[in-house]
């Protein structure tokens, strides 16, 4: 066949060379004498019935034995097999390979050098490594590294780093491909998975690519310029730039330190960051939260500085843009040298009071607060510290014993530093009192027994239920921390997580007494909800590793796990009043249950039965502006959506909505401020699609969608005033429309002239008190755009040439002057979704 008749006249095209020819082109011949190609032959014929096999391994040896080129034969055997561009372990090519490599280390024999380059080149032609080292140590290609290192540098350069990086290996490249050249352009593409695999077969590679990476997280040294040189040095493509700054280089660092179990301290720039970036929490949480007492403060503090000292004076940089005493105090607790303190600093005189830090760890009980908190109730005698095996042993065997309902939570120190927290302290509530178990002390070998006695008899005993508040959590950090229970399961029969308990009977329709100062979802908010005060969380973030605990922190301790108590039973107590099944909505919230949607939507589908659909003029919606994507579509179902406005609070958010009577529409579960609007008129999009959050809000609605409804709402002002265009009327309105864009050019081109004849009349005119009389210019003429709504909006029209030659009507807001057509680039891919929901047709 004529080649020009496969191509067009502009097109070119490549010849590539068969494996034969370049394999000859590289010195190898690849000729095989009948006899050989009659013995290949009923080899593979052989092969397809033994597979691998004694016997068909002693009838390849024997052949070896009776050739003086078995290194060639091999060679040319592999690239004559059917599966010579997939030699995976099972096949014959491999297996001729691995029965050269046993005969010839026998007999000593080794392979000419003008094989290896050919060898090389066929054992790349597929990605697989367990050929391409079996095919390295049979042809001992480690020995003409001079000529294998240009190729896989090429390797690198072509974005090829994931058959470089197995060239590396197989050949154990390592001291003259640096972990930095090889694997930094992965890193810049973000080819994570890449680096694992390189890094799990090579693990001794681990600690210099940390050491490189470490290397970049010094924040005196400039990522961004080295790596656009490194980029132009090594011409690198398609660059994950958003992956390119400290924050995810310290997570590939750390998570890479995790993986291989590095100690993440070793890093020491990541470590110093962490600590820099708890530090500039601190201060945040002290000085702009207002969470912290000073007690907590100077603890974390000392700690954090203890872990680090290199971020001592970036501490002190921070903090004294807030606080210049507590800043010029840390300074001399830290010994830090008066030269290197910020100038404001070294101006100041150091009292000596401040000077003297061991003063710091007594309570501070000058610190007032006109905010009211609930009170843990239990008298404190009935704290109960467990801190040792004997108290432990009681608490699981007598303390326990006959309980069915106990509260669990957990308490452990913020990890802003390079070693992760262990939990601190667990504690375990009853109707009566609170046991803290000192897992600090008692998280040792000789008491894992204890630990998986206090599993078995408590965690897993289905008769018992234990209630948390995000217990989920509070388990897998017990799990992860103490000896003894890494083997405990996370669900289960008997674990009832409070929070979303709460979440479920809002949207059943529980009304609680009382509102909560935010809009959150803590346990505090659920504690003001109920009891009409919140907690106080200035102890949250204490240092649960120090001994002695404060007594400010065991009051803390023990009021978090007794007061879920008092809450099971106040909602208990709810629902009875409201005729809410508390048990039944129980049973379905044990994290035993795989809940594939929330429980507010199962409400509403039972409740669609009885509740007739509503018509979408029946229904208002508020959405966040994290949803504004979804107000198109609610809008061409033609459903009044309005965006909120993103300055509003929530309470005035709320108060707007009762006012305009609309629904709320928000990106995460927030409850309602005030009881005279109920939770129920508050809906969670969900984090699905597009099309999944629209069904969702449909049938939350309860609003049924139909034919007439379909773009009855003016998709950018949400107004009413839609206009149907026939198609002689899209016509006219599209020559109206170019008419008036070719004015709009012109009065542009002709303001652009007089506004230069303008400039010259002012020069010329005077300052003087006769400007009345001197020459004025003539005012410009503008002509007026005649494409208007009967509004005087001027009309907008996108793809105007291609509406006017489709001979379609169009739909026209009045309000706005936007003209809609199914062709529309904007409106076709809402059209197209909604239908495709409501199984109607425009």
């Not at 739909?811 to 199984?839: A, M, N, Q, R």
Request: overall charge negative; aromatic content about 8%; proline content about 3%.
């Amino acid at each position: 066949m004529d080649i020009n008749q496969l191509v067009s006249k502009n097109q070119s095209i490549k010849i590539v060379p068969s494996i034969e020819e370049t394999l000859q082109n590289q010195g190898l011949d690849v000729d095989l004498d009948d006899i050989t190609i009659l013995w290949l032959r009923q080899l593979k014929e052989t092969w397809k019935t033994w597979k691998r096999s004694p016997t068909i391994e002693h009838h390849i040896e024997l052949f070896f034995n009776s050739r003086a080129d078995a290194f060639r034969v091999a060679l040319v055997f592999v690239i004559k097999c059917e599966d010579s561009k997939d030699c995976k372990t099972k096949t014959l090519p491999y297996f001729i390979i691995e029965i050269l490599h046993k005969w010839s280390r026998a007999d000593n024999l080794v392979p000419e050098d003008c094989l290896k380059l050919p060898a090389f080149h066929i054992a790349i032609r597929q990605r697989n490594q367990s050929f391409l080292s079996l095919m390295a140590k049979t042809y001992q290609l480690s020995t003409m590294k001079e000529t294998i290192l240009p190729i896989v540098r090429s390797m690198i350069t072509n974005d090829n780093c994931k058959q470089a990086c197995q060239v590396v290996i197989a050949l154990e490249l390592f001291d003259d491909i640096s972990v930095q050249e090889l694997l930094f352009p992965l890193i810049l593409q973000d080819k994570s998975n890449i680096i694992d695999e390189y890094l799990s077969e090579c693990p001794a590679q681990v600690a210099p690519l940390l050491q490189f990476l470490d290397m970049l997280l010094d924040k005196n040294f400039s990522i961004r310029e080295y790596v656009q040189n490194y980029i132009e040095e090594h011409n690198i493509c398609n660059i994950k730039y958003d992956k390119i700054h400290y924050k995810p280089l310290g997570k590939l660092v750390a998570r890479l330190c995790n993986k291989f179990k590095v100690p993440i301290e070793t890093c020491k720039n990541l470590s110093k960051n962490r600590t820099t970036g708890g530090l500039r929490y601190l201060i945040h949480q002290k000085y702009e939260e207002n969470n912290l007492s000073t007690a907590v403060w100077d603890d974390l503090i000392k700690d954090s500085l203890r872990q680090n000292t290199d971020s001592a004076h970036e501490f002190i940089d921070m903090l004294v843009a807030y606080d210049k005493n507590e800043a010029l105090k840390w300074a001399s607790y830290l010994n830090l040298q008066e030269n290197l303190l910020p100038a404001v600093l070294r101006e100041m005189t150091i009292q000596s009071d401040e000077a003297e830090p061991e003063n710091w760890d007594t309570d501070v009980k000058s610190e007032t607060t006109h905010q009211e908190y609930y009170k843990f109730t239990l008298p404190l005698e009935q704290i109960i510290m467990i801190d040792t095996a004997e108290k432990f042993y009681d608490l699981m065997v007598n303390d326990l014993a006959g309980c069915s309902l106990v509260s669990i939570d957990c308490e452990w120190k913020p990890s802003f530093g390079a070693k992760q927290s262990q939990v601190g302290l667990i504690q375990i509530a009853t109707d009566r009192n609170v046991y803290l178990i000192d897992s600090i002390i008692l998280n040792q070998k000789q008491y894992s027994s204890f630990w998986h006695t206090f599993y078995k008899s408590l965690l897993d005993n289905a008769e018992i239920v234990k209630i948390g508040f995000g217990l989920e959590q509070d388990l897998r950090e017990m799990k992860a921390s103490i000896i003894g229970l890494n083997n405990m399961k996370l669900k289960g029969e008997g674990l009832l997580d409070i929070c979303i308990l709460w979440k479920n009977l809002i949207s059943c329709g529980l009304v609680l007494p009382s509102n909560s100062d935010s809009a959150g979802n803590s346990l505090s908010s659920l504690v003001q909800s109920c009891f009409g005060l919140p907690l106080q969380k200035s102890e949250q973030c204490s240092n649960w590793e120090l001994r002695p605990l404060r007594d400010t922190q065991i009051q803390y301790a023990a009021l978090d796990a007794h007061v879920l108590i008092q809450i099971y039973y106040f909602l208990q107590q709810k629902c009875l009043e409201q005729r809410i099944d508390f048990d039944e909505i129980c049973n379905e919230v044990t994290l035993e249950r795989k809940k594939k949607c929330s429980k507010k939507f199962k409400v509403v589908e039972k409740t669609q039965i009885f509740v007739p659909l509503k018509s979408v003029n029946d229904v208002k919606l508020f959405i966040e502006p994290e949803l504004s994507n979804l107000m198109t579509y609610l809008r061409y179902c033609g459903i009044d959506t309005m965006l909120i406005p993103p300055t509003l609070l929530w309470h005035d958010v709320i108060n707007l909505a009762i006012s305009e009577d609309r629904l709320v529409v928000t990106a995460k579960y927030k409850c309602t401020p005030f009881e005279e609007f109920p939770q129920s008129c508050i809906f969670d999009a969900g984090k699905g699609s597009v099309k999944e959050q629209l069904q969702m809000l449909l049938t939350n609605c309860n609003v049924g969608i139909k034919q007439n409804d379909i773009l009855s709402r003016c998709l950018l002002c949400n107004g009413k005033t839609l206009k149907n265009l026939a198609v002689d009327e899209v016509y006219k309105i599209c020559n109206e429309y170019q008419t008036s864009q070719a004015i709009q050019v012109n009065n542009k081109a002709y303001a652009k002239d007089y506004d230069e004849d303008e400039e010259f009349y002012d020069r010329f005119n005077s300052d003087s008190d006769c400007d009345e009389d001197s020459f004025q210019p003539m005012h410009k003429p503008v002509l007026k755009a005649t494409c208007l709504t009967s509004k005087g909006v001027p009309v907008e029209i996108s793809n105007v040439e291609q509406l006017s030659s489709s001979g379609k009507p169009a739909v026209l807001c009045e309000l706005c002057g936007k003209l809609f057509w199914d062709e529309d680039e904007c409106l076709k891919p809402v059209s197209e979704l909604v239908l495709s929901i409501t199984k109607l047709s425009i």
